[in-house]
């Protein structure tokens, strides 16, 4: 029955935009852009930061008001522009964002049901049975298995984001509607993604639609049935078959040029140095009995699969989290790592870029050039000057250096899009002159351009001499750029691979583990 | 409603003058009509209101002493405002600042009439009990990790208790007419006080804008995490915005008492709620969604020009209470309403 209506059916729209235009204040951010969505299929739009994506979520989500000739019908019955939210709901579209939205403390049943629930009695008492088994039959739905009453702070990140997912399918009747993830699966672990990844497929199985925003193209690719690429406003694919599409076929549309392939090759800069920095025995709460060393000028990636220990290390080694035990030299200073703070380390030369830059990166009320100087503000100022020369002048170097955009050293750090805050969080250590660069997930949630971007002012770093270790789940960075990986298992590196492929990396990563269940020893 | 008005020219105007920029790219310019409007509304409110009693009261409001009363009266809020405000940049909210006044304002006079230290050692001693207060905050906030704003409701109410006891519950007065010439002095034609508190805004502004631990201190503010990341010492710099707060409501406390020629306890309350109220409005000032030490300044002779004149119409204290609410409210939402305009169009 189903196959039937997709395979005869192409005509059959569930969500059709047409002719879709958006002005700002003299800037194009669509300019006609069609888009159809059909019953029964996951399609993904992808374009970069300012490729209007963002905005044509907010036109469908009523945020903005379209230019008049745009046109909206859901499931052929038009939809009154700027939708309201009861009008949404009445079509059965619903939207997943990337904060999710939910209320850690609350139950998956509560955070669910919340603007729906079921009362009953003359002083409309929620009736708490009859909502845990609403909770349980969309969740049922999906074909998993979260208990209703859960705290929804106890669940792992998948299943948060699937609770996130089940309540926008509440008010859709069953094998109809539209439901809209913007890059809701973000900040998801890569390990993580499959369960999501399963649901998605259920509601398309079900004959439920599902437009996904993504940065993640290998994602897009595995998942999705369909493409539709924004470059400036315009579609450049308009609902390509991903079937035989790559990444970079995605990408160079996304871009309009060729991204290069690989950002360098190991061999080409095999110029190494003295080691910089030596890590002997450092255990951490995972961390056990680490050691290695890493040579000036070398770029060592270390992972594994999430939670054994290898994301802990650039905290550890940098003071930000504490060290149980070991010793750190950073050229001819040692460190006792159990008594080392962020500013011992940072004295050394120790710089770390963490991964949460919302919480631990960047102040985002702040400006780009506050950020960007704020390490050195006390050693490159005098106590009752800071100095505006020296300050203009790195955050000039820094922004022109790494492409941030826009280029205005007083825009807030909140106005910046995710990969141009990433490379701010970067930059604020560049002009530091580190002897040792620590990075966790550089490039987490910044699109292919941007990550493009970060890699290659990293490799730029290392070819002055400046050590690198980078902590990462992403196979194709490490071995993009990375001298040497080493692969974590149990809180200590196992295995080190040198110019190795992501799908060597991610092998060796599973290997490792499953040298876990063989030898239980 | 006049001011509405202007508001709403503004921001068109700042509008035209940026044609072709998207929404998001948009930075705001000191020297635009719109971001003038945003960061001086309440200084041009407070014109308004001067001109609006000089006209229908022209006798009273415009006589020297009404406006040396206007300036006299502002400056304890002026150091009230600018104590809490030092913890508020950290990310803090000491409630306590209004009670250390009132205990150092208290200290000063009983220890001069009842003990008959000179004036002197009592403000010393004041100044020195208005620290150990600060200290007491800091420790129970910093090295404890109680919530400030709960902290600091306990400590405040005890600071109130300890000054209504060593006054009996009774005003204390008895301090010389000589002493109060360290408030009210005339400099330029205006009390001393009132450069006090120029001054002391005047010297935060800068350490906050233009200092290495100023900047600390914003980011400490701004996101603690990324300030602990970035090597600064977090904890201290909470620690000593303590300190600073109490120093500045002890200074604060006993200039009142000098100006009063003594003081009673209980009426620390009635600094509790504009203290807080000038803060607030300080955001709404100068750079609007921060707080901020020239802000302060403004808003304590905004609202102490507001009382006054009120009073010269014969309308009662409780007038001055409705006016100190709505000025808070209708500031805070005029900006409010200028950014959205701004920001969302």
């Known amino acids: 029955m189903l196959e039937q209506e997709v395979a005869d059916g192409a005509s059959v729209a569930r969500l059709s935009i047409r002719n879709l235009s958006k002005h700002f204040r003299g800037s194009t951010a669509l300019d006609g852009v069609n888009l159809t969505i059909r019953e029964g299929e996951i399609h993904a739009l992808v374009g970069q930061n300012g490729s209007g994506k963002s905005t044509l979520i907010k036109v469908l989500a009523g945020y903005h008001s379209p230019e008049p000739a745009a046109k909206v019908d859901v499931d052929g019955s038009p939809l009154h522009l700027p939708p309201r939210p009861s009008d949404l709901r009445a079509a059965g579209v619903s939207f997943v964002h990337q904060d999710l939205g939910l209320i850690d403390h609350f139950t998956v049943a509560e955070n669910i049901s919340v603007g729906h629930f079921e009362t009953s009695g003359p002083f409309r008492r929620i009736s708490w049975t009859k909502q845990n088994r609403i909770a349980a039959d969309v969740l049922n739905r999906l074909g998993v298995d979260i208990p209703p009453t859960a705290l929804v702070a106890t669940l792992p990140p998948s299943q948060r984001a699937i609770v996130a997912i089940a309540r926008g399918l509440l008010s859709q009747t069953q094998g109809r509607g539209v439901i809209i993830l913007d890059e809701a699966t973000r900040a998801l672990p890569k390990g993580s993604l499959d369960d999501v990844h399963d649901v998605l497929k259920r509601i398309k199985a079900d004959g439920g639609s599902v437009l996904m925003i993504s940065h993640n193209l290998e994602e897009v690719i595995t ?30 549309e996304m871009l309009g040029y060729e991204l290069e392939s690989a950002v360098h090759s190991g061999a080409d800069r095999a110029v190494k140095r003295a080691e910089v920095l030596r890590v002997k025995a450092v255990s951490g709460p995972t961390a056990t009995d680490v050691s290695f060393n890493v040579g000036g000028g070398e770029i060592v990636g270390i ?3 999430a939670g054994s220990g290898f994301e802990e290390l650039p905290y550890l080694l940098t003071g930000a989290t504490h060290c149980h035990s070991g010793e750190i030299d950073v050229g001819d200073v040692t460190l006792d790592a159990s008594v080392l703070t962020v500013g011992r380390a940072l004295a050394a030369g120790l710089a770390l870029v963490p991964e949460r830059r919302e919480h631990e990166g960047l102040a985002f009320e702040m400006t780009v050039a506050d950020n960007l100087t704020l390490p050195r503000l006390r050693s490159k100022g005098r106590p009752w000057f800071v100095g505006n020369s020296w300050r203009r002048q790195e955050t000039t170097r820094t922004i022109t250096q790494l492409g941030v955009i826009p280029a205005h050293p007083e825009a807030l750090v909140r106005e910046l899009s995710g990969g141009n805050q990433q490379k701010v969080l ?37 070819a002055t001499g400046v050590a690198i270790v980078i902590a990462s789940l992403e196979a194709a960075d490490l071995s993009a750029i990375c001298d040497r990986v080493l692969i974590f298992k149990e809180g200590s590196p196992v295995a080190t691979l040198e110019g190795a492929s992501s799908d060597e990396i991610i092998d060796s990563i599973y290997l490792a583990s499953a040298m876990d269940s063989t030898d239980p020893k | 409603m006049t001011t509405t008005n202007r508001d709403l020219t503004n921001s068109d105007d700042g509008a035209l003058n940026r044609p072709g920029e998207p929404a998001s790219t948009a930075h705001k310019r000191w020297w635009s009509p719109r971001t003038f409007g945003e960061r001086y509304l309440l200084a041009g409110v407070w014109v308004i209101i001067s001109a609006f009693f000089a006209i229908s009261r022209p006798a009273s409001f415009l006589q020297a002493g009404t406006i040396h009363s206007i300036f006299s009266s502002g400056d304890v809020y002026v150091f009230l405002g600018l104590a809490a405000l030092i913890t508020s940049v950290v990310g803090e909210l000491d409630l306590s600042v209004a009670f250390i006044a009132g205990l150092s304002a208290t200290i000063v006079p009983v220890l001069v009439s009842q003990n008959g230290l000179d004036v002197w050692t009592a403000s010393l001693i004041a100044l020195i009990a208005a620290v150990l207060a600060g200290l007491v905050n800091a420790v129970i906030v910093v090295v404890i990790r109680v919530d400030s704003l709960i902290a600091t409701l306990g400590t405040g109410t005890v600071f109130l208790g300890i000054a209504n006891g060593i006054s009996n519950n009774n005003p204390v007065g008895g301090l010389s007419p000589g002493f109060a010439l360290v408030a009210t002095y005339d400099v330029l034609g205006l009390p001393v006080a009132f450069w006090y508190g120029v001054i002391l805004a005047a010297a935060i502004t800068y350490l906050l804008a233009f200092t290495p631990l100023g900047r600390h201190i914003a980011f400490v503010g701004s996101n603690r995490e990324v300030a602990r990341l970035a090597g600064i010492r977090v904890n201290r710099i909470r620690f000593g915005t303590y300190l600073f707060a109490g120093l500045i409501a002890g200074i604060g406390g006993i ?3 000098a100006q009063l020629g003594g003081f009673q306890a209980a009426a620390a309350t009635t600094y509790l709620l504009p203290t807080f109220a000038i803060l607030f409005l300080s955001a709404a000032v100068v750079r609007p969604g921060r707080f901020h030490p020239m802000g302060v300044l403004i808003a304590a002779y905004f609202i102490s020009t ?16 409705v006016f100190y609410g709505c000025a808070l409210v209708v500031a805070v939402a005029l900006v409010t309403l200028v950014r959205r305009k701004t920001t969302s169009a």
């Open chain 1, 223 to 252: 998942v999705a049935d369909r493409v539709t690429v924004l470059r400036d406003g315009h579609v450049m694919f308009a609902g390509e078959p991903t079937e035989g599409l790559s990444s970079g076929d995605i990408a160079r």
């Open chain 1, 303 to 305: 992972t594994g699969l």
């Open chain 1, 426 to 462: 970067l930059g604020k250590w560049l002009a530091g002159e580190p002897k040792v660069l620590l990075l966790h997930e550089p490039t987490q949630a910044v699109d292919v351009g941007a990550r493009h971007d970060i890699l290659a002012s990293i490799v730029a770093l290392a």
């Open chain 2, 255 to 257: 200039l009142l008492s």
């Open chain 2, 306 to 321: 507001g009382t006054l004149g009120l009073q010269l119409f014969g309308l009662s204290y409780w007038t001055a209470q």
